[in-house]
């Protein structure tokens, strides 16, 4: 049990000795990159998520772009997502040059409102990206619906959403099969497994997962192991151009060792997020997490939001005082320099709720490694600095007029 003193960080990467002999038996073999630990790693995650095709890469950003591309989003195209994200899901679109059209997120929730997908189809439309923000699946079987019915295809960022879980056809299956055509993970160390930096790109099509493992490895038609293993002098090609976007061995020996830990990491995860809705839910000025009836989130992050009211900086410095770490709910990509731009993006609807629940919103402390001692001690603090904080007063809310 912690000391009330000791600081309690909004996240941490559970790591051990496992991890670190995983990472000195690639070194010693000497073969460090898109090697027999990469195709272990890939093999083992689409049996995890139950998907037919897996392919490693380094970061969940280059899977976002490598998706975009191989549905076809280029130049002038138009991507239905999200701002209410982090920033690397739009970013993936305009590496495509093409243009994020932003719809808002639900009343209750922080994923897209998928009735809201329709008004925003033009004919540039060239994929919905949906994301399963925090963890939290979105509600793919509406937006899965939409997208058939329009021809358009549906790219999963799920990079908050390793092993969270979706009720479809009666039966609960891994993010990730994926339900749409693709699904990007990120194994960065804010996520619920980490390799440092890593991804996966996950999908149905043999197509699609052909191009992956072309264009991360620069466009070369003959890989390493194929040229290692030959008996005969092989000379590669480079039809396409590609990227290197690879992962190494030494970060899929680690991803192997947290793929084992992964199912334990959650059942943890879900009992500290129990244990917050229970302590939670009296908190007057406070409300919990929605998780729907289809839905079983990973908790990734646990998000709680203040009624309008209340002054989120105050609470956030009266829990960092309390030597409690906290972020600000997700960003809204819209309102960054980096999207002032004329071409930047589009805003298809009002975004009012994407700003409000930046304005509203705490993401606390969550991670294996807390002791049910620690959750009280936030729920505590929590409850005095609710109680406490001062209450503002906000303007009436700017719509945001679409660009
Ligand atoms: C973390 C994150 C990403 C980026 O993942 P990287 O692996 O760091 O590139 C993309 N989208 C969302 C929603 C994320 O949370």
Redesign the pocket.
């Known amino acids: 049990m912690s000391s009330p003193q000791s600081t309690i960080p909004v996240a941490k990467p559970v790591l051990g000795e496992e991890e670190a002999e995983a990472v000195r038996r690639v070194i010693l073999s000497g073969w460090v990159t898109q090697g027999p630990e990469v195709a272990a790693f890939e093999s083992e995650f689409s049996s995890f998520v139950g998907a037919p095709h897996a392919c490693a890469i380094s970061?969940?950003?280059t899977a976002?772009h490598l998706a975009l591309k191989a549905v076809g989003v280029g130049s002038g195209d138009e991507v239905i997502t999200v701002s209410h994200?982090?920033i690397?899901?739009a970013n993936a679109v305009r590496y495509c040059d093409g243009m994020p059209v932003f719809v808002d997120i639900e009343p209750d929730g922080y994923n897209i409102d998928p009735g809201l997908i329709e008004m925003a189809i033009t004919p540039r439309t060239k994929a919905i990206l949906c994301?399963h923000?925090l963890g939290m699946p979105c509600d793919l079987r509406a937006i899965v619906e939409i997208g058939k019915r329009h021809s358009i295809p549906v790219i999963e960022?799920a990079?908050?959403a390793t092993g969270s879980e979706i009720l479809w056809e009666g039966r609960w299956e891994k993010i990730g099969k994926p339900h749409g055509d693709i699904a990007c993970f990120?194994?960065?160390p804010?996520?619920v497994v980490t390799t440092g930096?890593g991804?996966m790109l996950t999908t149905v099509n043999p197509d699609y997962d052909r191009k992956f493992r072309l264009w991360r490895q620069h466009g070369m038609s003959v890989t390493d192991a194929v040229r290692h293993g030959s008996k005969q002098v092989i000379f590669e090609d480079y039809d396409e151009l590609g990227y290197n976007y690879r992962m190494t061995d030494l970060q899929a020996a680690v991803g192997r060792v947290q793929l084992q830990r992964l199912p334990e990491l959650i059942a943890q995860r879900r009992r500290f997020a129990a244990q917050f809705c229970d302590g939670l839910s009296t908190i007057a000025g406070l409300s919990i997490p929605v998780e729907p009836r289809w839905a079983r989130s990973n908790w990734q992050s646990f998000c709680v939001r203040l009624s309008d009211d209340i002054d989120q900086r105050a609470v956030m410095q009266a829990l960092l005082d309390q030597g409690i770490s906290t972020r600000r709910g997700v960003m809204n990509i819209h309102l960054e320099g980096a999207y002032s731009g004329q071409n930047s993006h589009r805003a298809a609807t009002s975004l009012t709720r994407s700003v409000s629940a930046q304005q509203q919103t705490i993401i606390l402390p969550l991670y294996a490694q807390m002791t049910e001692a620690d959750i009280e001690r936030v729920i505590e603090a929590l409850r005095q600095a609710v109680a406490g904080a001062g209450r503002v007063v906000r303007q009436p809310e700017q719509d945001v007029v679409p660009a």
């Open positions: 970061n969940c950003t976002l994200s982090f690397a899901t994301v923000q960022d990079a908050c990120s194994f960065h804010r996520k930096d991804g």
